[in-house]
């Protein structure tokens, strides 16, 4: 059974940083992407970025490109969300997701587990 957990949210004062973290347990092999999403309060999910396991195809958000970066620590199982510049619009509860199907790596629909999800709210 895996298992996502994340960790790192909070409050912060816009222009500030936040590290978010997703240790995976259970993973299988055949898992291929570890992905960040967030959701807004009557909005819907979206996509922040994706990385491969094996680091080869890391994509990121528009909205977000050049002040969140994606990593991750296959010793540890762990994928990494370094947020820097927040700003107020950025407040959200952010999942991390795994998937181990294919389909679009935007598509929330298209991913296979989800963690909890971790609360971050930016003050103007």
């Known amino acids: 059974q895996v298992q996502l957990v994340e960790s790192g949210g909070g409050l912060v004062q816009a222009g500030g940083s936040l590290r978010l973290s997703c240790a995976a347990s259970?993973?299988?092999?055949?898992?291929?992407?570890m992905a960040w999403f967030r959701q807004s309060p009557g909005k819907k999910r979206e996509f922040v970025a994706f990385t491969t396991w094996d680091g080869v195809s890391v994509v990121v958000a528009d909205s977000v490109k050049g002040r969140f970066t994606i990593s991750r620590d296959n010793g540890k199982n762990t994928v990494l969300l370094q947020m820097n510049s927040l700003k107020p619009e950025d407040t959200a509860v952010y999942y991390c997701?795994?998937?181990?199907?294919?389909?679009?790596?935007?598509?929330?629909?298209?991913?296979?587990?989800w963690g909890q999800g971790t609360q971050v709210t930016v003050s103007s």
């Open positions: 997701a795994e998937r181990i199907s294919s389909g679009a790596y935007a598509d929330p629909t298209s991913y296979d587990y």
């Open positions: 259970g993973r299988t092999f055949s898992s291929v992407l």
